[in-house]
């Protein structure tokens, strides 16, 4: 075992780092004119798509020097590298892997730049866990595809310019995997009605998407017809593993701590009190399981072996720890824990909104049950249900 | 970065599963532990085992050992666990650590050769009746006779009591809590005897060391006496991680064992493996297993580095450990029904490991206030 950064690595994250020292003020000079000069420096350094590559845009990286790029943006709490997330996410590497020439031309750049948003058109009233089960309609007509159906929980789909959408294109199929398809869509095209779902904690971030006779032309489609499944899955499988994530749990639980160490209850801090320090102390070595398992994943990607289902592991880890602090934190406060907002209320109320979030990382990326039966069935190798 | 193994290291695994397959099958174990005069060890294994270097493997060069790190201990380690070997191994190398550590040159060649070569078990004796793991709980007297210390007292939980030729003892010098000793006491010391409890996991030994007016040398203190209190942490530290590191092999293999017998268990017409109730919670302890093993590597390195956070390290590894190895064995027995119940069936002897492996140089609860401790709580 060796924990230490070649030469080559260690010359990389000075570089990060004396960028930051350059570009990066603390909190309070992190003004509008700061994020522009920002996003122009991270643009001209080829750290906005930074393992894409060099010909399409993007910087050539390698897996290393990626996570040493995002672990030191997110001990300095850096801006996330580019604006566009989905884009950048999977949108991005699906078109890179599977897009023709003049669809990378025409969207790599501007999810580089940032220039709009992308929204994720996957899930169905029907079709949640069982995405391959989707049935939005799509029928060719010339030069067009037309689309019937609807869309649900499409993230910021209200302030997107474009969608990924996935659509059946066959419906007699011996796999429900095949016979779907993945079109590019503006979402501004005649037909498509957004309508935001407000959720538990008041806001209103995703939203449901119909379409009725919407046209796409043919072009727009990337990959294959009937190919979709693959188009979209690989991108999402080419996540890597994703220690950065690590740091922001580190902070939420020194948070958890000043919070515990600062509210005194019947005379006593609540950092006094064993059972809150045994749970603070449970969540920090789980949060250390997640960044060592993170280090061992990478370690097996660098010999290039395949990345199998091991980032299930840590997605069930995030999961425990995403409700767990939440529900830590409202322990400690008490009574209080029940108020929203108001001068009442711990710092306005953000723990407790904070305890209502936990969903985006809980249900949007898979849920729980869904990881154990990744792990069961693909590791462990029992039957499938 | 490397957070893995060199090949070397994955050769000398393959090289002790295949040894420990052939020549300790769980069958093996069972006659070893079983026997008619009580649970035991096999000589004849475990003299083969130090030929092949796997004994003295983290021992110094200079007096017989093969000189290697802890990093490449941790794999046979793995490996004894998963067939739960019943050796006097950890133990051994406890007490060589700590006359290598802590010893003079003179020391170092006095005991270490004997416990390289396999022809010494040797074992590191700590707790007493209080059962607590700090300094406070030690009682057994060191009175200063000349060059002679009078020791008096009694070492309990003792790993390898009664099997050790040599025992390094944590005693006390002085009346402050920290003002501690350590002294090692050779088998045929007058005034020691050793004896075994009755363990619950035959395959690990535990007992006592008595000390009546027990006369050693002071030629036999590690160290100063008297302020050997930060040694016995760090032992009582290395301790609990080859505690963990043996018992990723041995949850691991409690999975596996669980995992086939969920695959041929046929229920409702299905292989039981099947049902959520039954495939979740295997995941569950895959994901717990896989965890304690990143946070006990990670523990392991960073006391071969003596890394600044190696303490903490352990303390996070032991206690993952020792709370999800014993609640996952629990599940592997209730997985296999009825017949997990039996003595027959080899998944109880994992339960029983992790029973043995819960309390041992610190429980979850132990660990977690020095976790809380370290991170400023
Ligand atoms: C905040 C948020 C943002 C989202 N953003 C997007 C987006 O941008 N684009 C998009 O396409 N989708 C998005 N989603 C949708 C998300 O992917 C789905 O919610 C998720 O896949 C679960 O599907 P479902 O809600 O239909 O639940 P269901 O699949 O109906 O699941 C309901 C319950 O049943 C369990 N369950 C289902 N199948 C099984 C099984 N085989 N075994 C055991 N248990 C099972 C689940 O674990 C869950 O507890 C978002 C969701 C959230 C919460």
């Known amino acids: 075992m060796d924990f230490q950064l070649s030469e080559e690595e260690e010359a990389f994250r000075q570089e990060v780092a004396s960028f930051l020292d350059e570009h990066l003020p603390e909190g309070q000079g992190r003004t509008p004119e700061f994020q522009a000069k920002w996003t122009e420096a991270i643009r001209e350094k080829r750290w906005v798509g930074f393992s894409w590559p060099e010909d399409v845009g993007g910087g050539g990286g390698g897996i290393m020097e990626q996570v040493i790029l995002k672990d030191e943006m997110a001990k300095r709490k850096a801006p996330a590298l580019g604006s566009c997330f989905m884009g950048l996410a999977w949108v991005g590497p699906s078109i890179i892997q599977y897009g023709t020439e003049e669809q990378k031309q025409k969207y790599i750049p501007d999810i580089l730049d940032g220039k709009y948003q992308w929204c994720t058109g996957y899930s169905e009233p029907d079709s949640g866990s069982d995405l391959a089960s989707l049935k939005c309609k799509c029928e060719r007509e010339g030069d067009e595809y037309v689309v019937n159906g609807q869309k649900i929980w499409t993230s910021i789909a209200m302030w997107s310019k474009m969608m990924i959408l996935l659509v059946r294109t066959e419906t007699e199929v011996k796999s429900k995997h095949d016979g779907i398809t993945c079109l590019l869509v503006e979402m501004d095209t005649p037909g498509i009605e957004v309508r935001p779902i407000k959720n538990m904690s008041g806001g209103a971030m995703f939203a449901e998407v119909f379409f009725d006779d919407v046209r796409v032309p043919v072009e727009n489609r990337l990959g294959d017809e009937g190919q979709g499944w693959q188009v979209t899955i690989s991108a999402l499988a080419s996540e890597r593993s994703s220690i950065a994530e690590v740091h922001g749990l580190i902070r939420k639980i020194e948070e958890v701590k000043d919070l515990a160490r600062n509210t005194i209850r019947g005379g006593r801090a609540m950092s006094d009190d064993p059972g809150i320090r045994r749970r603070i102390a449970q969540a920090e070595t789980k949060v250390e399981a997640m960044r060592l398992n993170g280090m061992r994943f990478l370690t097996k990607q660098l010999k290039g072996e395949p990345l199998g289902s091991e980032t299930s592991i840590n997605k069930l880890h995030r999961a425990d720890l995403e409700i767990g602090l939440g529900e830590l934190a409202l322990e400690i406060l008490g009574s209080s824990s029940t108020l929203m907002g108001g001068e009442e209320a711990e710092k306005g109320g953000a723990w407790a909104k904070f305890s209502l979030n936990w969903p985006e990382v809980v249900i949007g990326g898979g849920t729980p049950n869904i990881q154990r039966n990744i792990i069961a069935e693909r590791i462990l190798g029992l039957p499938k249900d | ?377």
């Open chain 2, 1 to 377: 970065m490397n957070f893995g193994f060199t090949e070397e290291q994955e050769l000398l695994r393959a090289e002790v599963r295949k040894f420990l397959d052939q020549n300790a099958p769980l069958e093996r174990v069972r006659e070893i532990v079983e026997a008619e005069d009580g649970p035991g060890n096999d000589p004849a294994l475990w003299a083969r085992m130090a030929e092949l270097g796997w004994v003295g493997l983290n021992m110094p060069e200079a007096h017989g050992g093969v000189g290697l790190d802890l990093e490449t201990l941790l794999v046979v380690l793995e490996e004894t666990g998963r067939s739960l070997f019943p050796s006097p191994l950890i133990s051994t190398v406890l007490a060589a650590k700590a006359i290598e550590r802590f010893g003079s040159e003179e020391q170092q060649a006095r005991w270490i050769p004997g416990l390289a070569d396999g022809s010494k078990v040797g074992t590191f004796a700590f707790m007493e009746r209080s059962d607590t793991l700090g300094p406070e709980g030690v009682e057994t007297l060191a009175k200063p006779d000349g060059d002679e210390l009078i020791l008096s007292g009694e070492k309990l939980f003792v790993s390898d009591a009664a099997a050790a030729d040599l025992t390094v003892v944590a005693v006390r010098s002085g009346s402050d809590a920290p003002s501690l000793s350590l002294v090692v006491v050779e088998k045929d010391t007058a005034g020691a005897s050793a004896a075994d409890f009755e363990a619950m996991d035959l395959t690990k030994r535990i007992g006592k060391l008595t000390l009546e007016d027990a006369r050693v040398g002071t030629d036999c203190v590690l160290g100063e006496q008297g302020a050997a209190w930060p040694s016995i942490q760090w032992l009582l530290d290395l301790g609990a991680a080859l505690v963990t590191a043996e018992a990723v092999g041995a949850a691991e293999a409690a999975l596996e064992i669980t995992t086939e017998f969920a695959k041929g268990r046929i229920q409702f017409d299905e292989q039981i493996g099947k049902f959520q109730g039954v495939k979740h919670p295997l995941a569950d302890i895959y994901v717990d297993v896989e965890s304690f093993r990143s946070l006990v590597y990670y523990a392991i390195w960073a006391l071969d580095q003596d890394a600044d956070d190696a303490r903490l390290a352990v303390s996070r590894a032991k206690a993952y450990c020792a709370d999800a190895f014993p609640q996952s064995a629990i599940m592997g027995v209730q997985l296999h029904g009825g017949v997990g119940y039996t003595w027959e069936y080899d998944i109880q002897l994992y339960l029983k490991r992790a029973k043995w492996v819960r309390p041992m140089f610190g429980d979850a609860d132990h660990h977690y206030e020095r976790v809380a401790l370290l991170g400023d709580l």
